[in-house]
């Protein structure tokens, strides 16, 4: 039975963290997002190492003094693996698995991990492997000598004459990089396919957007029944899904949830999910999604904007959605965004204001009217139904009485039927 339960326990991790006081590092905070990172995972979060210092060990990343307490904690922990909170180099994570004995992964391989372990669709996948593998081609040469073996002459295949196992390595990664890029620039084109016919069709996308675990996909379910799974998480779910959206103008959108963030976000991602982040870009609406009971709340805010800003997202509205306000205490600790919403996409709460604010916010091209239009010009009711929306018809004696969303581009024809 004891056998049974080890087998089926989580791997311990032990967390560690340098803060050198880089600009607005928050050692603290960005160690209880690692915690739930690894949770997220699938670890056992164990105790935490931290050290200030004025720049990290070349060949370590920490000092010997703070290695050798890690050492110690490995050893009374059992633990599985060491966690560093910031990328490390090739030289720093041979050295430190070399004196540690154990398995060394820093941020951005635990988060490609549970991306890995997270992405569903084909293009999420490639989008992942893409990500992991510029990751790991600069870091071959930290993989243990096994990597280095010459491979020789006419009797392999698979290198030429003199070529180290390291080289060929490289070369098989660098071809698969080649490969991936290809098979998403071809999915990219049908998503700009996609969103050509939208804009041609005057159909407006709200991209949802925000900090991972803020809420995005329950708000999805909540608005569409789009079915998202909504699991307390970070990084629940990575593939994006467009949904179509009624608002009380009449006025039909497409919602789209996208890839949840976090605070330095591994460029590598941000590089490989960039058609899929494209889709905030291309966005009439964004919504920035917050978890409002989080004292990080200003800083999640923050981050996203930063993340838009960097995808030239500038001219887009962004409207901020204060998620999860039933799990706040007290009002006076939103954070300061200026116009905002606050809701509970769990329990319904705000969902009507929320709807309001999306047909306010978004380019207003089509206008509310009542029309009374013979019988004979029927044909222009299927116009405004093809390009807007009918609210409200009854049908009378000198023909069919509306109210409707109707395009801009119609209104020189409908004015003639206009009643007041």
């Known amino acids: 039975m004891q056998q049974e339960e080890t087998k089926t326990a989580s791997p311990c991790a032990i967390l560690v963290a340098v803060d050198c ?9 960005s160690l209880d997002e690692l915690h739930e990172l690894l949770q997220s995972a699938g670890y ?11 720049s990290p060990d070349k060949a370590t990343c920490i000092g010997s003094g703070r290695l050798e307490e890690i050492r110690q904690l490995c050893s009374t922990q059992e633990a599985d693996v060491v966690v560093f909170d910031r990328e490390l180099s090739p030289t720093q994570l041979r050295n430190l698995e070399r004196e540690l004995k154990i398995r060394v992964i820093d941020r951005t391989m635990l988060i490609l991990e549970i991306f890995a372990s997270r992405a569903q669709s084909s293009e999420g996948k490639l989008q992942v492997e893409l990500a992991q593998l510029q990751y790991m081609l600069p870091r071959l040469s930290g993989q243990g000598t096994a990597l280095s073996r010459i491979g020789g002459g006419s009797g392999t295949h698979t290198r030429g004459a003199g070529e180290t196992q390291l080289e060929t390595d490289r070369r098989h990664i660098r071809r698969r990089i080649e490969s991936l890029k290809q098979k998403l620039a071809e999915s990219n084109k049908r998503r700009q396919n996609l ?6 069709n005057n159909i407006p996308t709200v991209a949802l957007v925000g900090y991972t675990n803020a809420g995005k996909s329950t708000l999805m ?18 593939d994006p899904t467009a949904r179509s ?3 009380p103008s009449g006025r039909h959108v497409v919602l789209i949830d996208t890839v949840g963030l976090v605070r330095n976000l591994p460029h590598h991602l941000v590089e490989a999910f960039h058609s899929t982040l494209e889709e905030a870009a291309q966005a009439d609406l964004i919504l920035n999604l917050c978890d409002a009971s989080s004292p990080e709340a200003s800083v999640h805010l923050s981050v ?8 030239n997202c500038g001219e887009t509205p962004i409207l901020p959605v204060l998620n999860k306000c039933d799990l706040l205490t007290d009002p006076s600790h939103l954070p300061h965004v200026g116009k905002f919403v606050c809701i509970s996409a769990r329990y319904g709460t705000g969902i009507e204001g929320l709807l309001d604010a999306i047909d306010q916010s978004l380019p207003q091209i089509h206008r509310r009217m009542k029309l009374l239009i013979p ?3 029927a044909g222009l009711a299927a116009r405004i139904r093809r390009n807007g929306s009918i609210l409200e ?16 581009q119609l209104l020189e024809d409908v004015r003639p039927f206009v009643v007041d």
């Open 21 to 29: 006081g880089e600009g607005v590092y928050d050692a603290e905070a």
């Open 44 to 54: 056992e979060p164990g105790p935490s190492v931290m050290q200030r210092r004025e």
């Open 195 to 200: 969103r050509h016919r939208r804009k041609k």
């Open 221 to 238: 379910n909540a608005l569409t029944q789009a079915g998202v799974l909504a699991e307390d998480k970070l990084f629940a779910t990575l």
């Open 245 to 247: 959206l009624r608002l």
């Open 304 to 311: 996203t904007k930063d993340l838009l800003e960097s995808l």
């Open 375 to 377: 019988f004979e010009k």
């Open 393 to 408: 018809e009854q049908y009378l004696p000198e023909g069919l009485l509306v109210r409707a969303m109707v395009d801009q």
